[in-house]
């Protein structure tokens, strides 16, 4: 069992920048994919970025790559996401998951069985 627990969100003008963690606990000693995932009400959870704490790789959607950095802190069992250059589109609720070991589509909601409860993210124009 994993726990998750996200924080970090907040509001923030376009342009601006924010940094999500995400605190595991539990059985952290086993390698996970960790991710984080959005939602807008209304519409489907969308894989925004991915780590696989086995080795290290980062995996983005390409509507975030280049402005948001995914990294993990072993010693901390937390996982970040540096969000820089938001826009009104990046306004969501931001939840953590989590899924020990390899996951074939690592930023595919259905893959993860372990998810934090949420921190909401606003982007003002």
């Known amino acids: 069992q994993v726990q998750l627990v996200e924080s970090g969100g907040g509001s923030v003008q376009a342009g601006g920048s924010l940094m999500l963690s995400c605190a595991a606990s539990g059985d952290t000693y086993f390698t996970y994919c960790m991710g984080w995932f959005r939602q807008v009400p209304g519409k489907e959870r969308e894989g925004v970025a991915a780590?696989?704490?086995?080795?290290?790789?980062?995996y983005y959607a390409d509507s975030v790559e280049g402005r948001f950095t995914i990294s993990h802190d072993n010693a901390k069992n937390t996982l970040y996401l540096q969000m820089n250059s938001l826009t009104p589109e990046d306004t969501a609720m931001y939840y953590c998951?989590?899924?020990?070991?390899?996951?074939?589509?690592?930023?595919?909601?259905?893959?993860?069985?372990?998810w934090g409860q949420g921190t909401q993210v606003t982007v003002s124009s």
């Open positions: 998951a989590a899924k020990r070991g390899w996951v074939g589509y690592p930023l595919s909601d259905s893959e993860y069985n372990y």
């Open positions: 780590f696989y704490t086995g080795n290290g790789s980062p």
